[in-house]
């Protein structure tokens, strides 16, 4: 079975810094994709970034940015320049390949809540 | 516009009844999911459908039911057995190649708590 694991409960960044969360995860599949989820107080799921396990390039979206180790297991995000509207939690999950099948269950972490102050 | 309604978004639930919180989704998707949120917990798996009359338990489906008569549809309940309902419930959907690429759809969540 697969897990993913975010070592940091809580964070704090001050505006305009850069933060960077961890996350981890188990699994013996080959193929398989990672996405980092935003939760602010609202409590809509955002997609950030996904990643594909056979990409050796690191995804960027604008800010956001992770650093995909497939070795080592690790996909972390990294959050540049960091604003108020960034304070949400964040949620890194796991999904195998397991195309065209449709329900292919995503595994999550158990987040980081990310505090930005000005 | 296309998205997932879930309802009611507050839920009130005496001990020993059973409880129904709706899912409902216009995007054509084939697969829809419910998950439970807590504080520390993350999301876990309650239930997963991949096909209308078809469901699958997921990591925590001990005092939970669904039912999928429609595609657009995905009803939980919350029953009596269930020992610690108060939660954050969220449903989801997808189709094989959207998940792969944008992961799920949300909705917007229903909050129940027991009283």
């Known amino acids: 079975a697969q897990t993913v694991t975010q070592s940091q409960p809580e964070m704090s960044v001050q505006e305009a810094e850069t933060v960077t969360l961890s996350c981890t995860y188990d699994?013996?599949?080959?193929?398989?994709?990672l996405f980092w989820y935003k939760q602010p107080p609202s409590r809509q799921m955002i997609l950030v970034i996904r990643q594909e396990a056979y990409k050796q390039q690191n995804a960027t979206e604008n800010r956001f940015s992770v650093n995909f180790q497939k070795a080592a297991k690790s996909f972390s995000l990294k959050i540049s320049d960091s604003q108020l509207g960034d304070t949400a939690m964040y949620f890194c999950?796991?999904?195998?390949?397991?195309?065209?099948?449709?329900?292919?269950?995503?595994?999550f972490g158990k987040g980081t809540t990310l505090s930005v102050s000005s | 516009d296309g998205g997932i309604t879930q309802s009611p978004k507050y839920l009130f639930r005496k001990e020993g009844q059973n409880v129904t919180l709706s899912c409902e989704q216009n995007?054509?998707?084939?697969?829809m999911y419910w998950y439970r949120q807590d504080p520390g917990q993350g999301l876990r798996l309650i239930y997963y459908?991949?096909?209308?009359?078809?469901?699958q338990k997921g990591d925590i489906a001990e005092g939970y039911s669904v039912s999928r008569e429609k595609k657009e549809s995905f009803p939980l309940t919350v029953t009596s057995a269930q020992k610690n309902p108060t939660a954050f419930y969220l449903c989801a959907s997808s189709t094989g190649r959207q998940a792969m690429n944008y992961g799920y759809t949300f909705g917007s969540g229903t909050r129940l708590t027991v009283v």
């Open positions: 995007l054509n998707h084939d697969a």
């Open positions: 999950a796991f999904m195998k390949h397991d195309f065209p099948q449709a329900g292919t269950a995503l595994i």
């Open positions: 459908s991949q096909i209308v009359n078809d469901f």
């Open positions: 699994t013996s599949e080959n193929n398989y994709y």
